[in-house]
């Protein structure tokens, strides 16, 4: 069994800030906001809550884009604010992870500003500046280089121009991320989420990408660089190493092979990363937009192949959604007729696997993508730009270019929580900055709190069991019956006890040949989404659309 570690068995909560709840009536959510919620985070049972970025930022991509590491946004409240909350999650015995955005800094913070001030300025070399600019392409669109007037050149920025990229390779930069990181760490948080942590180090040089016309994907060159582990082995020696904290490390494109070199249990670099891999499985070639069917057995290679290569090395992170990503329960269960034994579907799958649940918020009471029709209502720079870029192309009818964005576009998961059935679900007494998914009526926590059969509720009872039971952190991981394109069976093992999940992905019914012979003879069935079924484990299981069962050893 892998050392014990409270990080190992805790469940995660996000919070993305401006949409969880607004306590002023200006339509943000802000600081007061969650902590007028902290008692339902605790009723809800999770042991850490991750914020998205609250620091000061323009809000050019809300707030991944920061001006100033060590000051709360305005529209989210102030220092005090921020102190109260983290004593009020302690006092809780919640810890508190935060959001580490040090791949870029916005144009708008004092070090950019100095270095774009004059060639030989101190700060200069802190950003990575060129004569002329290579051929790669942005994440949000357009070439990853923008020409500063001033002094005439080009600097990196591989998200919007209004995040150039740190140079990592500059010793002074690296020491001023770890003064920041030791200033919150010394305040009390508990540990962090590293945004695109794996594109720190770029290939000197800074090669053309080779393939592709005028503007090409780079990634080759700054995915999981040259340089990447001696960076985060030093961040750990200098700042983690000395605090009990828990990090994660989002890494764009990592195979678990890649994620290992990370989260080594003697590489002391970062406790988990978040995979894509899972992300990918409805892209096609042409990126994310370009949306695909899948097929339950990829989708269970997947998983199982993290599974299994992490096993007793390194430590799986789990998440099925997040705020980048579209909602779990339109894009991998059903969002209508079976919204509720779907969306419970998938949280039974997303506490049983091995490693650490990340909930995102909302997810817990299903809610779902939100499709409006209007590109006037989307906020996310992302999406606005591919619009833009896609009209422009006109190659494209404008139906099928809302249909990507509705299925795909980050706003998906922004939209304001639901908290009742007043006035935008409760989250706002004003506007709010983004529309609420007109589904809060019938779909919003006070209604699913008073229903014990609801998803909240269900949640609630998973992360309990999980509590409960140690097999769930610490057991093996086995995959059964991989061809099978309906269900979705594993079983979990820790010295004598064994656990079996068994989840079917579809909206028919289905029948599960379980293989009884290698399955223990006394397990009993302790979680399911509907009431009255089989309570023991015969030759032939027979599923109801998006039914999950979970048995464990009696
Ligand atoms: O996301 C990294 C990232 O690559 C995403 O932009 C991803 O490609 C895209 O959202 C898929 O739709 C992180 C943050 O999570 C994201 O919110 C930020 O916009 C981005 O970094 C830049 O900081
Ligand atoms: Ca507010």
Known sequence: MAERMWWKEAVVYQIYPRSFMDS????????????????????????????????????ND????????????????????????????????????????VNHTSDEHEWFRQARAAKDNPYRDYYIWRQKPNNWSSFFGGSAWELDEKTNEYYLHLFSAKQPDLNWDNPRVRAEI?????????????????????????TPGLPDAPEGGKLAWGGAFFLNGPRVHEYLREMNAEVLS???????????????????????FNRAELNMVFQFELMDIDSGPGGKWDVRDWQVSEFKRICSRWQRELYGRGWNSLYLNNHDQPRMV????????????SAKMLATLLHTLQGTPFIYQGEEIGMTNVCFERIEDYRDIETINWYKEQMAQGERPVKEIMRSICAKSRDNAR????????????????????????????????????????VLNYYRRLIRFRRENPVVVYGDYTLLEPEDETVYAFTR??????????????????????????????????????????????????LRPYEARVYLTA
């Open 24 to 59: 002023n009536g200006d339509g943000i959510g802000d600081l007061k906001g969650i902590l007028a919620k902290l008692d339902y985070l605790k009723w809800l049972g999770v042991d850490v809550v991750w914020f998205s970025p609250i620091y000061e930022s323009p809000n």
């Open 62 to 101: 809300m707030g991944y884009d920061i001006s100033d590491y060590r000051s709360i946004m305005a529209q989210f409240g102030t220092m005090a604010d921020f102190d109260r909350l983290l004593s009020g999650l302690h006092q809780r015995e919640m810890r508190l992870v935060m959001d580490l955005v």
């Open 178 to 202: 770890h003064d920041l990181m030791r200033w919150w760490l010394d305040k009390g948080v508990d540990g962090f989420r590293m945004d695109v942590i794996g594109c720190i180090s770029k």
């Open 242 to 264: 000395h605090y009990d904290v828990m990090t994660v490390g989002e890494t764009l494109s990592v195979t678990p092979k890649e994620a290992l070199e990370y989260t080594g």
């Open 330 to 341: 339109s894009r991998f269960g059903q969002d209508g007729k079976y919204r509720v034994e």
């Open 415 to 454: 939209t304001p929580m639901q908290w009742s059935e007043a006035a935008h679900g409760g989250f706002t007494t004003g506007i709010p900055w983004l529309r609420v998914n007109p589904n809060y009526r019938t779909l919003n926590v006070e209604q699913e709190r008073a229903d014990a059969d609801s």
């Open 493 to 542: 093992r820790l010295g004598e006890v064994c656990l079996l999940t068994v989840l079917n992905f579809t909206a028919g019914e289905q029948t599960f040949a379980s293989p009884s012979g290698l399955l223990p003879d006394n397990l009993r069935l302790v979680l399911c989404n509907y009431a009255g079924g089989e309570t023991s484990v015969g030759p032939t299981l027979h």
